[in-house]
Structure formats: structure tokens, C-alpha cells
T-cell receptor, first 112, second 112 residues
Framework: SQQGEEDPQALSIQEGENATMNCSYKTSINNLQWYRQNSGRGLVHLILIRSNEREKHSGRLRVTLDTSKKSSSLLITASRAADTASYFCATDAGGGGNKLTFGTGTQLKVEL | DADVTQTPRNRITKTGKRIMLECSQTKGHDRMYWYRQDPGLGLQLIYYSFDVKDINKGEISDGYSVSRQAQAKFSLSLESAIPNQTALYFC???????????FGPGTRLTVL
């Protein structure tokens, strides 16, 4: 079963525009993480936000977390063609072991 | 992550065959995970291991078994492969001090 649902499923934008992806989840969490996957390859960790944090930045990435609504968003500013990938949110419900439950992903395409 | 390797990278097998997928890591991490990814979906956890003597079932362990031969090696076996086990399989590692996971490049398995 998937913990998270991501919205939109697919997103196409022009280079230089901002991309926003949303993630909703079902249960309480310890932290929420975002990963990127280039076509058919392994996932790469982008950013982690803990349940007591509301916003976090890393380079062109901005993540927000609203635990009352059980939702998170990932904003990529000034997108580049190289940002074309699938983006997944993953939740860690705590309890030890860093077990992650992944969402269904957003496919982002950045066109020149 | 080049420190997490998976073999084979591609495998085609027939229904009923036993197959083993191998994962090795040089990161010195204690925790290792096996996931499967079906087309258009996120990752689902098959098994995870906190150390050599600690192995746990994930969401979808039926039809799979694992072996943690050493801290650095974690193998996934399909005892009798069936077509709906056709998927991308990823190994991942993490350390108890950090929450992010590091993924291997994946194994594309096709069961005919």
C-alpha cells in the first residue's frame, strides 16, 4: 500500500519556470523525504523535513510540511532541463529502522 | 550511489525458476533494504535488515526471501518466480545516525 499520493501525476513546464509538487499522506510521521529518480535509475535523496519543521530550503529546492493537513509540497525554482525526472515523497513513521513508505510520484518534464 | 551495487542489472527468467538478486555496499551502513517498483508506481518495501542477525518483512514479502550474508551484502531470492514479479528491484542502505537512504542502480527483472 502507498502511504502518499502525489499531485500532479505529471507536470510539464518551460525551463526557468517554477515547479510545484504536492504530497499527501495518511498517518503520523517522524519525517518526510523527497527523492528524485531519473528514468529507470536508482533514487537520489533530495531533502528531508522533520515533523517539527514547517519549511526547509536546499539550493533551488523549498519543502513545506503541514502536519495538520498531512501534506507536503516541493518547489523547484528556476527549473532546468536536467531537472526532468520523477519525484517521490517518502514518509518515515518512526519506530526505528528508517523504514520509508513512498508515494506514487510526480513525473516532471522541463522543456527548453 | 556508486557505493551501492546490484547484480545482475538485467535478468530475464522463466516462470518457476529460482533467482537471486545481490546487493553489496561499501558505505559501512548497518541497515539494508529491498524494494520493488512497478511501472508508474512508487517503491514498495519487500524486506529490511538492521544488521546481520536482524531481518524483517516489509509490505510485500510473500514470494520472496532474503539473506544478509555480511554487513555489506544483502541478497533477495525469488523461490519460484511468477510473471507478476516482473518489476524493477532496488536495494538501499542507511545508517542509524542519518535518516536518508542510498539506492543502488536497480535490477530490471522480467519473468516470462
Amino acid at each position: 500500500s502507498q502511504q502518499g499520493e502525489e499531485d500532479p501525476q505529471a507536470l510539464s513546464i518551460q525551463e526557468g519556470e517554477n515547479a510545484t509538487m504536492n504530497c499527501s499522506y495518511k498517518t503520523s510521521i517522524n519525517n518526510l523525504q523527497w527523492y528524485r529518480q531519473n528514468s529507470g535509475r536508482g533514487l537520489v535523496h533530495l531533502i528531508l523535513i522533520r515533523s517539527n519543521e514547517r519549511e526547509k530550503h536546499s539550493g533551488r529546492l523549498r519543502v513545506t510540511l503541514d502536519t495538520s493537513k498531512k501534506s507536503s509540497s516541493l518547489l523547484i525554482t528556476a527549473s532546468r532541463a536536467a531537472d526532468t525526472a520523477s519525484y517521490f515523497c517518502a514518509t518515515d513513521a518512526g519506530g526505528g529502522g528508517n523504514k520509508l513508505t513512498f508515494g506514487t510520484g510526480t513525473q516532471l518534464k522541463v522543456e527548453l | 550511489d556508486a557505493d551501492v551495487t546490484q547484480t545482475p542489472r538485467n535478468r530475464i527468467t522463466k516462470t518457476g525458476k529460482r533467482i537471486m538478486l545481490e546487493c553489496s555496499q561499501t558505505k559501512g551502513h548497518d541497515r539494508m533494504y529491498w524494494y520493488r517498483q512497478d511501472p508508474g508506481l512508487g517503491l514498495q518495501l519487500i524486506y529490511y535488515s538492521f544488521d546481520v542477525k536482524d531481518i524483517n518483512k516489509g509490505e510485500i514479502s510473500d514470494g520472496y526471501s532474503v539473506s544478509r550474508q555480511a554487513q555489506a551484502k544483502f541478497s533477495l531470492s525469488l523461490e519460484s518466480a511468477i510473471p507478476n514479479q516482473t518489476a524493477l528491484y532496488f536495494c538501499a542502505t542507511s545508517d542509524f545516525r542519518v535518516d536518508e537512504q542510498f539506492f543502488g542502480p536497480g535490477t530490471r527483472l522480467t519473468v516470462l
